[in-house]
């Protein structure tokens, strides 16, 4: 059974989400860590195997490490055949994938940095900023209720679940929100509600062990 290192509200959160949408949470032995927060509370956790105490981190069956959220979940979806995912040579497999890759490779850090109110040439240069990030998110979206047509993929709960926890970054698209709006009443939200607040209580009494 794969293991994955979890925190509750966190990057990680996504995972659980979309375990959950496939029915193989219980498939999956999830440890909850404690992890270094942006306001600067919490710790790292000598439980957690990630090399930064970070997460998601994923050990599969076979030992291998696999980290960074995009990875965990292609390979959790290809690991349960694939129902949230177009396969090898079907049409939208290449999209799929370039979503996949411009979550972590364009959109977070175009986020981030706005988030954090930085504003330099290397930045936008690299990245462009959230008006681009929202501009390719509607031409994406045009004709479209998801990323790839009218089915729900992995790359919409990867895109979407930066906008489910930061609302206020989402762009002031119509489009846009819109879709936030589908992919999340697409999610199990009061079950991850209650899978966040158990595992917020276990790591609350570990704490006072």
Do not use: C
């Not at 909850?32 to 998601?56: F, M, T, Y």
């Not at 981030?112 to 290397?122: E, I, K, R, S, W």
């Not at 998801?146 to 729900?152: Q, R, V, Y």
Request: without cysteine.
């Amino acid at each position: 059974m794969p293991t994955l290192y979890h925190s509750p509200q966190s990057r990680s959160s996504r995972v659980i989400a979309q375990l959950m949408l496939m029915g193989k949470l219980d498939a999956v032995d999830v440890i909850n860590v404690d992890i270094i927060k942006n306001d600067g509370s919490g710790r790292i956790d000598p439980k957690n195997a990630h090399p930064e105490g970070k997460v998601p981190f994923l050990v599969t069956d076979e030992g291998e490490e696999i980290r960074e959220s995009a990875a965990i979940m292609i390979y959790l979806d290809e690991l349960f055949g694939q129902p949230l995912s177009p396969k090898q040579g079907e049409p939208g497999r290449g999209s799929y994938l370039t979503w996949m890759a411009y979550s972590g490779g364009v959109m977070e850090p175009a986020l981030v940095a706005h988030f954090a109110g930085l504003d330099h040439p290397a930045l936008t240069g690299t990245f462009r900023t959230m008006k681009e990030v929202g501009a390719q998110l509607e031409r994406g979206l045009k004709g479209r209720s998801f990323l790839l047509g009218e089915e729900l993929t992995v790359a919409d709960l990867l895109m979407a679940s930066a906008f489910q926890w930061a609302p206020h970054l989402t762009p002031d698209i119509p489009m846009v929100k819109a879709w936030v709006e589908r992919v999340t009443s697409a999610l199990d939200n009061e079950g991850l509600a209650a899978f966040e607040a158990k595992a917020e209580e276990e790591l609350r009494q570990k704490e006072l062990t």
